[in-house]
């Protein structure tokens, strides 16, 4: 039986009670001991005389979702029936650049069926989309059974507190331990081990499918960005004479599409470029194939002769290449407005100087329907939609 991941609001499941409850014959005997040159810990399995139970509300510690001191905290559930069956709860540790996982709770008659990796997939999902450096977890010394799951899911002991619960937990053998899971340090990719050309018609589909995957969930449950692509390609702003792939052993990992875009000042109108969709396939992202996308697709354009780059983009992102807050060019959406993700840049010096008013993306932007991205999905192998915090719906 598949079971459906979905997010579960704030303002309807704030107070909802997790009944963790488990039975275990083992524990984890933790052993701190003072040496001459420092101390010494231990931690080895053993086993209980009989078997104990463990339930949260039995000591009046009622686990519940969104407690009030998790200030950023964001939970997902599996219903059946209505009946909440399983749940996982993070909390975003920012002064550390860390994501803590909270809760996680599988119903016992659906235990062993996959809900548990499912839904610590995805944690793991959004400790990446939010570039964390590491995802931890409290479990307890005697929770054998969640030690073993989460060290088989790749998280490791970082540490550990022989007095969280009470001032005795090293004699009552629960003790908490801190787990944790660590994203992927990706070796960054230099120019000689990636192609870099133009687009065939024989890659149509894998750019599609790389961006499709690249935008999933990322600003919204689903994405619409792979429709943008195809639609790009028949439009005329579209420039494929500056859009460029990236290949790396026969399989394109990247993208970059460019158009026509202008700014507007009264009766006077000065044609600039835009770029976007600028994508990686998620498990090269991190290793600058972005950058060598937009650094040499940026040098063509310029040997075009155009004149400047205005994006919509991540405002912690392009500021590295060069890219500036549009107000900088005295240059407003068409709206009148600004904002950090609204930015700009010349791709000659003084190359701007004088192009000023307001800015207007390609119209092919505009002309993504709903109804006409959910048929165009059907191409794809399918993905399941999420919502997930900072997305703009």
Request: glycine residues 8%; contains cysteine; hydrophobic residues 35%.
């Amino acid at each position: 039986m598949e079971y459906e991941i979905i997010h579960l609001p704030k303002e309807k499941w704030k107070g909802t009670v997790i009944p963790l409850k488990y039975t275990t014959d083992t524990y984890y005997d933790v052993c701190v001991d003072k040496t001459e040159n420092g101390y010494g810990i231990a931690i080895e399995k053993q086993a209980f005389l009989e078997p104990i139970t463990y339930a949260s509300e039995a000591d009046d510690s009622e686990d519940k979702l969104y407690g009030d001191h998790w200030e950023n905290a964001y939970a997902w559930g599996v219903l059946v029936n209505g009946e909440l069956i399983a749940a996982i709860e993070t909390d975003q540790e920012l002064w550390s650049n860390r994501l803590r996982i909270t809760e996680l709770w599988v119903a016992e008659p659906y235990q062993k069926q996959g809900i548990g990796h499912a839904l610590l997939e995805v944690a793991k999902e959004q400790a990446r989309r939010e570039r964390r450096r590491a995802i931890i977890l409290e479990t307890q010394s005697c929770n054998v059974n969640a030690v073993d799951f989460y060290e088989h899911e790749g998280f490791r002991l970082i540490g550990m507190d022989t007095c969280c619960y009470n001032n005795n937990d090293l004699e009552r053998k629960e003790v908490r331990l801190e787990f944790g899971w660590f994203l992927e340090e990706k070796q960054q990719l230099s120019r000689d081990w990636i192609d870099i050309r133009k687009e065939t018609e024989s890659d149509w589909y894998n750019v599609e499918l790389i961006t499709q995957h690249a935008f999933w969930n990322k600003y919204q449950p689903g994405c619409v960005e792979h429709y943008l692509v195809h639609h790009l390609r028949q439009h005329e702003d579209y420039l494929p004479a500056l859009s460029r792939v990236a290949v790396k052993d026969g399989e394109i990992i990247g993208c970059v599409m460019y158009t026509k875009s202008q700014v507007v000042d009264g009766l006077s109108t000065h044609e600039v470029i835009t770029f976007g969709p600028l994508c990686v396939e998620p498990k090269w992202q991190g290793c600058g194939v972005g950058e060598l996308l937009i650094k040499e697709t940026m040098k063509l354009a310029a040997s075009e002769g155009y004149k400047g780059v205005i994006i919509f983009g991540e405002a912690d992102y392009y500021p590295k290449f060069g890219f500036k807050t549009c107000d900088h060019f005295n240059i407003t959406t068409a709206d009148g407005k600004n904002f950090a993700a609204f930015m700009g840049m010349e791709l000659v010096e003084g190359s701007m100087q004088g192009i000023q008013g307001k800015f207007y993306e390609s119209n092919v932007f505009s002309q993504l329907s709903k109804e006409a991205v959910e048929a165009y999905n059907e191409n794809f192998p399918p993905l399941q939609k999420l919502q997930f915090p900072g997305q703009w719906s």
